[in-house]
């Protein structure tokens, strides 16, 4: 008995409740992007209607992605999310894959692109030296390693506690614009790009990006509590809360800047926050980024993690990561190994190279994931599905077409990331090979 017991491996917990991973889900999601996307929208959008269109359309094909979601999560409600699905749809290579892409570039190479990003925005109020920025860099990673790694519940109150303050910092920015009496310079601009498809299609990909992060969630199903509710409301809620968030900082901006001045804007968020609350108002939306930011690094080092750690469990990774800690019970190691390969991709300043071929390679496993709930309805039609997705055949096929534009759209616009991130992905082949035949 006593060996028997010996080779019990030992589980993450179930702590996490519903207010936490709908605080992962908006924390991850809300970025950066809300304050610069629009821009890059103006530039390719002329009219109101077009611009709110686009944000609309990019919001029902995360929701329809998030759904999908649901429905897999609260079948398969186990840690590492995304790459079970797909370990369970696809077979274990797919799976590793997936989890390959995620460590070796993905979510490690976001985290050193946050951490810079950081450094910049502190320097609108402190000045740092090159190398100073780096260290604080370096220093917000530990920090949030460190944080994580004492734990999933500190890790979800530190993650509570910045969405709350980062929504509470937009919904001031978005309420002065509301009650700004200026010059309505949007009502007189005149369209300054023809509406053509491709357009569009240039200010889609740009809002996919900025709705980016859901699935994060996913990552942590197997510590959520009651997860075939949780994990739906969670997705749902938490994509239809960034959507109406979206919308109104939008209008928002439309309500104080021409359509011309967004397109001219580098900081679209910063300088609307400027004309309605004054020099203040600049200030104001740095701390919102900075803020914004610390969620979405939290939120790495929360939930990321676990998709090594269950990859490990399988055979496929390293032992190492299924080390799970005594006391605090987190996947220690996985944590401390994602902070150190940051730390080399942050120093070496590769990360902005890879983070740009990372995202061809995270839609085209979004693709597979949601063209996934077709095939496990049909492969295992009695699997139990406590949550089904709603509008199925139609949304999940909806998504897909999306993704498949946003794949194609890529390739053919940027042809050398988009093999590098082929390139990134065949990497692992030869690695799995190794691995099974251990």
């Avoid at 019990?8 to 991973?21: F, I, K, N, S, Y």
């Avoid at 611009?51 to 186990?78: D, K, Q, T, Y």
Wanted: with cysteine.
């Amino acid at each position: 008995m006593e060996g028997v017991e010996s080779k019990v491996r030992p589980e993450l917990p179930r702590t996490l409740g519903l207010v936490d991973a709908l605080a992962i889900v908006v924390g991850i999601v809300i970025g950066g992007g809300i304050f610069l996307v629009p821009n890059l929208v103006a530039r390719n959008l002329a009219t109101p209607t077009s611009i709110m269109a686009v944000w609309v359309f990019a919001g029902v094909a995360s929701f329809f992605g998030a759904l999908a979601c649901a429905e897999l999560g609260a079948a398969l409600p186990s840690t590492g999310g995304q790459y079970v699905f797909l370990r369970e749809i696809y077979g274990p290579m797919t799976g590793f894959l997936c989890g390959w892409s995620m460590f070796l570039v993905a979510r490690t190479a976001q985290v050193s692109w946050l951490a810079v990003i950081f450094s910049l925005y502190v320097s609108y109020f402190v000045p740092l030296t090159a190398l100073s920025s780096k260290l604080l860099g370096i220093g917000m990673i530990l920090l949030f390693a460190a944080i994580n790694y004492r734990g999933v519940s500190l890790g979800a109150l530190v993650q509570k506690a910045f969405t709350s303050a980062k929504l509470i910092g937009l919904l001031i920015i978005i309420g002065s614009a509301v009650f700004y009496r200026g010059d309505h310079a949007v009502r007189a601009a005149a369209a300054t790009v023809p509406f053509s498809l491709s357009h569009f299609g240039v200010a889609l990909i740009a809002c996919l990006l900025a709705y980016d992060g859901w699935i994060q969630v996913t990552y942590v199903a197997g510590e959520i509590k009651n997860p075939s509710r949780n994990i739906l409301l969670a997705l749902a809620g938490g994509v239809g809360a960034c959507i109406v968030v979206y919308l109104l900082a939008n209008l928002a901006y439309m309500h104080v800047l021409s359509i011309p001045e967004i397109a001219a804007s580098e900081h679209v968020g910063a300088t609307a926050a400027e004309r309605t609350l004054g020099s203040a108002g600049g200030r104001l939306v740095a701390v919102v980024i900075l803020l914004s930011i610390i969620g979405t690094l939290n939120g790495c080092f929360l939930t990321s993690p676990r998709v090594y750690f269950a990859q490990a469990r399988d055979g496929l990774f390293f032992a190492k990561f299924t080390e799970v800690h005594p006391r605090f019970r987190t996947p220690s190691f996985a944590i401390v190994a994602q902070a150190g390969w940051s730390i080399v991709l942050l120093l070496s300043g590769t990360y902005e190279t890879l983070i740009d071929y990372a995202m061809m390679a995270l839609w085209v496993f979004y693709a597979l994931m949601v063209l996934g709930v077709i095939l496990l309805r049909r492969s295992q039609p009695d699997l139990v599905r406590p949550y089904k997705m709603w509008g199925y055949p139609v949304t999940p096929v909806f998504f897909v077409a999306v993704a498949t534009y946003f794949i194609v759209n890529t390739a053919i616009s940027r042809p050398g990331p988009s093999l590098a991130a082929l390139g990134l992905i065949a990497t692992g082949v030869p690695v799995y090979f190794l691995w099974r035949k251990r």
